[in-house]
């Protein structure tokens, strides 16, 4: 038995094309039922299953039951109650999901899934073995890379606009992720360049009637299936999401998603209704201290601070730390993130005592977890050279910022955002100390910190 997580129905088309050009035997294509009663769709597939003539049979539809909603649990919960009768069926089997329900698979049915011998990740590009986690790398993407996906991506939207594959489809697996890499490299202007061509050719020019009408329904169909950072990409384009009637979890990840959209947009007061909507329903529904809750709170508290308001920002840092130390531990990936931004907090501010231990004691337990070679734990000894700078502490700053950029360099390339960062802070300080050296004044300009 083999999973494949996809992202995109053209990566899965490309599989079944590429497939049948290099003379594989036909195989059976069982698409799951759906009729309402996911008790009675899931007894129905394993009864298909079992006396199947086909050797290979590749399983798709998995997720339209899953978003059933309340009923999707009690599905799982029988996929992982038929398990070895899944497993003795005689043909090979190839379960195709998203990640979305792969994910659901994970917490709700591990038994299930220790069954398959082979677990594979098809992206847009091609398919390959998942990785465990200590091995996955940071989501920072180099610059480079980010451009030729998008170049890729050009091509490959114009073969399935042609090919008439659902634009919901070609927009959260080929569009979506090439615009994300982009913006996670630092490349704002490039994006909106790219996110316009993306949007003319997968829904007509902003000058068609009809345009809004498919990127309405395109960003329904993403919701109603789970992909809500796609969606939450197409939720600038002036059209109204309908929540009515949905589950309060899912209305939850969508306002967190879209929420923090609009803030990176640059659309604040819009961000703060959607985010605080986010947060008073997740403390009401998961209860305060849930993972989830603690998330809309530190969004909350980053679109505070980056207005300003630290006031009110505060107290929303400390209370995601205290909590995610509790309930994740003291050097959880998460937990580390709220360290940091504490800390970060403190700095603008001037209270430098409050932030040093904190900066240090996020250096400490990345280098840890993460090594000391890790983008995130350079931007850590990125983030504490900053602190020394703002501090006069210049000889302490400075081989911090060496050791920051030559990893960075090696990392991420010359070009990332993050490396020309460091480099713009380490030229900075020392142009800041022969100014000091030549008897000239010097500014109090705070050295900036990369994007985590």
């Not at 250096?363 to 983030?383: C, D, F, Q, Y």
Request: charged share 25%; hydrophobic share 40%; proline share 6%.
């Amino acid at each position: 038995m083999a999973l494949v997580e996809f992202s995109s129905e053209p990566a899965v088309q490309e599989v079944f094309l590429n497939l049948a050009m290099a003379g594989m035997p036909e195989s059976e294509v069982e698409r799951f039922p759906s009729t309402g009663d996911v008790e009675r769709d899931v007894r129905m597939l394993v009864e298909r299953l079992v006396p199947a003539a086909s050797p290979v049979v590749w399983v798709r539809g998995l997720e339209d039951a899953f978003a059933l909603g309340k009923d999707r649990e009690k599905a799982i919960d029988l996929l992982n109650f038929l398990r070895e009768t899944i497993a003795g069926a005689p043909c090979r089997q190839v379960w195709f999901v998203t990640a979305n329900t792969g994910q659901l698979l994970s917490h709700r049915a591990p038994d299930w899934l220790s069954w398959f011998t082979l677990r594979l990740r098809l992206t847009s590009d091609a398919p390959a073995v998942e990785k465990p986690a200590s091995e996955i790398q940071t989501d920072t993407v180099n610059l480079d890379s980010a451009r030729a996906q998008a170049a890729s991506a050009q091509e490959r939207i114009a073969r399935s606009v042609e090919a008439g594959i659902a634009p919901d489809e070609i927009w959260a697996g080929l569009a979506y992720p090439a615009l994300e890499s982009l913006r996670r490299a630092g490349a704002v202007a490039e994006e909106l360049k790219w996110r316009e061509e993306f949007l003319d050719r997968i829904f007509g020019s902003a000058h068609d009637a009809e345009r809004q009408r498919k990127i309405r329904k395109s960003l329904n169909a993403l919701i109603e299936r789970g992909f809500y950072p796609a969606a939450a990409g197409l939720a600038g384009e002036g059209v109204e999401i309908s929540l009515e009637g949905m589950e309060p979890r899912r209305q939850i990840a969508i306002w967190n998603e879209i929420g923090q959209a609009r803030y990176l947009a640059g659309h604040y007061a819009e961000a703060e209704g959607l985010l605080e909507m986010a947060r008073a329903q997740s403390e009401l529904v998961l209860g305060p201290e849930h993972p989830d809750t603690l998330t809309s709170v530190n969004n909350l508290a980053g679109l505070f601070r980056s207005q300003g308001r630290y006031g009110e920002a505060e107290p929303l840092y400390v209370r995601a730390l205290a909590a995610r130390e509790r309930v994740l531990g003291p050097e959880h990936p998460d937990t580390l993130t709220s360290v940091n931004n504490l800390a970060g907090l403190y700095r603008r501010q001037g209270r430098y005592g409050e932030a040093e231990p904190l900066y240090v004691r996020a250096l400490a337990a990345s280098e840890r977890v993460l090594g000391p070679e890790h983008p995130s734990t350079l931007i850590s000894v990125n983030n504490l050279a900053g602190l020394y700078e703002s501090q006069g502490r210049y000889g302490e700053a400075e081989p911090l910022y060496v050791r920051a950029l030559d990893g960075l360099e090696r990392t991420l390339g010359i070009d990332h955002p993050n490396t020309r960062t460091v480099s713009a802070n380490l030229q900075f300080l020392r142009e800041r100390g022969r100014r000091t050296v030549d008897g000239a004044a010097h500014g109090a300009d705070p050295a900036k910190e990369p994007v985590e």
